[in-house]
């Protein structure tokens, strides 16, 4: 087998490498629903960066890479990664804790690199958001206020099915229909809500994930979108302007 390595290297994933060399390359990994190995398989010809993947548990994760990126700083962690709940039960931080720092950016920001760079993690935070001001921010409760909007703009039910935040699991289904009820919804709302929106979506041949797409004449600096992409599937939703705009 070629060699394969994880980057940045942690603990809390597992490489199985089913690679071969070979003078063709289509090299791919992909992880197993809820596993936390990577399979990497196909012939390898070229140096190569595989990925992104989605992880299991991204707070165990990151847990793992800090202790990593810790160790080759010569900062030794002792102990297990684990998961625990911090604050007191009143929500209260304990005695024995110190907060080193506190930072906050306006909603816009994380809109905009949810929307500009299709970044996953921004939009499982703004769905936890959604769910937190109805009390503890989880999926769970995300999909309960994005369900709840739904009803208010008027999708059917049957025309929406909410996983997760950023689109990548394959238990999402969302008809074009129900993507098209949303986006005029917020096209005619007035309050700046359009405005907003739009300038958070990447622009053909301007920004974002449409900066190398769409960059005629006709559609460059007219189209506002976000992408999507699973294995498979591609998409796009957002706002273009006709030739008399």
Not at 61 to 66: I, K, N, T
Not at 75 to 86: A, F, H, S, T
Request: proline share 4%.
């Amino acid at each position: 087998p070629a060699e394969v390595s994880l980057f940045p290297g942690n603990a809390a994933l597992q490489i199985v490498n089913k690679t071969v060399s070979g003078a063709k390359h289509t090299a791919t990994v992909t992880r197993p629903k809820d596993g936390n190995s990577l399979i990497a398989s196909g012939t390898v010809a070229k140096e190569d960066l595989l990925g992104p993947v989605t992880v299991a548990d991204p707070g165990i994760y990151f847990g793992h890479v800090l202790k990593t990126v810790l160790a080759t700083e010569g900062i030794r962690v002792v102990g297990k990664v684990v998961r625990e709940q911090v604050r007191n039960a009143d929500g209260s931080i304990p005695g024995n804790c110190h907060i080193v720092a506190v930072h906050k950016a306006p909603l816009r920001d994380a809109l905009s690199r949810a929307g500009k760079q299709s970044l996953g993690m921004m939009a499982e935070g703004l769905i936890k958001a959604l769910g937190g001001r109805q009390g503890v921010g989880s999926w769970t409760s995300g999909r309960k206020a994005i369900e709840g909007y739904f009803s208010v703009v008027g999708v059917p039910a049957d025309q929406a099915v909410i996983e997760d935040g950023s689109g990548l699991s394959r238990g999402n289904r969302l008809s074009p229909a129900a993507s098209t009820q949303v986006l005029h919804h917020i096209f005619v709302g007035g309050g700046g809500e359009f405005e907003l929106l739009r300038d958070c979506l990447s622009s053909a041949g301007g920004e974002g994930t449409l900066e190398k797409r769409m960059r005629g004449s006709d559609t460059k600096g007219r189209v506002f979108a976000k992408t999507g992409y699973i294995k498979g599937v591609c998409t796009l939703a957002g706002y273009a302007h006709t030739a008399s705009d």
